[in-house]
Structures are given as structure tokens and as C-alpha cells.
């Protein structure tokens, strides 16, 4: 936006306070003390030829701006280019590809990535191989196609963290672009940017808007030639964020570091006691990994373990006797959820590939709320009686 931000002045404002304040001044000279919802698809120009900020709103418009420029620096990046869900925003990083490029993958995947690589990209005539980034032997599937490294950490749904500098680092060797999806950590707890990713992308359906009423996803980076590929591709295919969206999502963002506590506290209590049940065979969370410490500033708020002979009936029979925690797909709201991801969030994954990767039918996703600690503990008590 070309109207001075306060956190111009002030580099060295924390993150909350960063977030809160950078997107305050208004364009329209009301001196409204929050950015107001800009509810407009057009923009009047003068007759003049001179080029102006807004044209029309599928470009950008002033709520986007907004949040655009609070994700980058609450991200570290130069640039946001915000789109109308996560996988939109997926999907136009691998629109700059061409057929006949190669991408290399993690194994741990959510579900409806590797829908987009396998149904949509993969029968164009791109190809894709899934690998394991926490050893060395990923650097041997590196090919002259190959164009772009992908990966979560911490991945969906088996939370493993990998060490994002030292990817980084070997990838940058083959001249690769290192895409870290950064949605499971949100922006307060991890900074792939600093690591030497090169490009973040986020659901900020998730933690970022934390409420679960809205949709929308980003990319970050630092490389302007990136920035202009991808608002070329938002304006010429049109998968925008509607300034309503934007405003709703800002406004979430504003409380991030709050809920990002409360969600990590809540989830290291929960460990506690689903790590000791009789019930529950394995149980996976980012900070039970020593790199997490490294890159993260706590293990967030999601959490996945495995049901002691845990048929899908089995889950669902637990599922049922919730009563605070609900079934239902996405997270990061400040609801507690939980799902089932072999039949749900992967289900579009082969069944033997899911097996072979974990994903296996007594796994249970947990999106851990900001609820009282000891009421989520005693739900999962009653549930796995």
C-alpha cells in the first residue's frame, strides 16, 4: 500500500505488536483506528492516462494490500500474494512450471496436494517424486528437470519436522526453489524465509485466521520476480481473496500469538496424557523432535497418535463418545477438533500408499482449540473409556 505504515518507524516492534498495528491507517482519510472492510469491486479513475493504485478489484484492492504486507513482515518476507484458498495458492506456484518439469515432494503430504500433483499436474505431463527430506538420499533423485523442492514441516498428518536450513542448503546447490508449506506452524512459531526457503506457502484458513470462518491461502517470499509472476497469475486466472475475506483474516491475525500459546500449552498437556494411555500405541507432535527446537518457537497445537488395534471402526466408535473435541476436517480455529485421516483429509491418497507412509486406519488428527486444558484432557478420559 503506499500509505506509511507506523511500523515504518519502528523495525524493531514485536510480532504482536507488528500485527496489530501495521495494517491500521486507512486510505480514505476517516481516521478509522482499524483498517475498514474496502466493499468494492471498481475503482474510479481520472481521464488523465495516469496509472493509479486501484483499477479494479480482481487486481488488488486495499483490505488484500493490508493483509499482504502484515503476513510478509510477520513472515519476514518482502512480499505476500494472498489467493482465495490455500490450495489456490498451491496451485499458482506450480502454474510457473512447464510440462516435462520435475518436482520432488515429501512423502508426508497433505491429501489434497498430492490430489492436485497426481489428478491435475501429473496426466499434463509433470512429473513428481515423493521422498524422504530427513536423510541424505533425496539429493539422488535430483534430475536436470527438476524445478522445485515441496515440503510441510511440520507434515500432515504425521507432524515430522525437517531441518529447513539444511534442505535449504543442498537444494540451493542444484539451483532448486525450496517451497516450505508453513501452515501447521503459523507464522509465530516457525520462519522457513530465515531458514533459506524461498517461498512460504499458508492455508490461512488455519491458525492465521484461527476462527474457522473464513478461507483463503498465501505465498510468501523475497524474490520480487516470484512476487510478479504470481500476482500476474492471481489477476489473469482470478483465484482472489474478496476484500471481506481479507479483512476477516487480518483481523484473526491480530490475536496469533495469543492463540499460538494457548494451542501449544494445550497440546503438550494433551501429549502428557494420551503418551501414557494404555489405549494409544504412538503418538507423534513436532516438539518430541529435537530440530523442532531449532526452528520453532513451541510444538503448536496439532497432534496425531495411533489407536491400540485401531480398526476405522474403532476410531469412529472413540470419535463418538467426543464431546467437546468435533469430527470435522481443517484446523487451527479455536474449536478442538478431530479427524480420521485415513477416510477423511487423505482419503484421496491410495490405501496402500497411505499404509506405507503411516497414514494407516487407526491414526487420529488432533487440531487442539484454546479450551481449559483439564476439560480437553477429561473429554479424551470419558472418550477412551
Known sequence: MSTAHPSDNHPAWGFSTQAIHRSRSPLDGSRAATMPIYQTSTYTQPLDGSAQQYEYARGDSPNREALEDTLASLEKGRFAVAFGSGMAACDAILR????????????????????????????????????????????????????????????????????????????????????????????????????GADLVVHSMTKYIAGHSDVIGGAVIGNDQSWRDQLKFLRNAAGPILSPFDAWLILRGLKTLALRMEQHSRNAEHLVEFLGNHARVEQIYYPWTQPISHKQMGAGGGMISFVLKDGT???????????????????????ESLVSHPATMTHSAVPEEERNQRGIVSGLVRLSVGIEEAKDLIADWEQALL
Open 312 to 334: 476405522t471402526d474403532r476410531v469412529y466408535n472413540v470419535l463418538r463418545n467426543l464431546r467437546l473435541f468435533q469430527v470435522a476436517e481443517s484446523l487451527g480455529g479455536v
Open 96 to 195: 510457473t512450471l512447464h510440462p516435462g518439469d520435475h518436482v520432488l515432494a515429501g512423502q508426508d503430504l497433505y491429501g489434497g496436494v498430492y490430489r492436485l500433483f497426481e489428478k491435475v499436474y501429473r496426466p499434463q505431463g509433470y512429473d513428481i517424486d515423493y521422498c524422504n527430506f530427513d536423510d541424505g538420499t533425496w539429493i539422488r533423485q535430483i534430475r536436470p528437470q527438476t524445478r522445485l523442492v515441496w515440503l510441510e514441516t511440520p507434515t500432515n498428518p504425521l507432524l515430522m519436522v525437517t531441518d529447513i536450513e539444511e534442505v535449504a542448503k543442498q537444494a540451493h546447490l542444484h539451483q532448486l526453489t525450496v517451497v516450505i508449506d508453513n501452515t501447521f506452524a503459523s507464522p509465530y512459531l516457525q520462519n522457513p524465509l530465515v531458514w
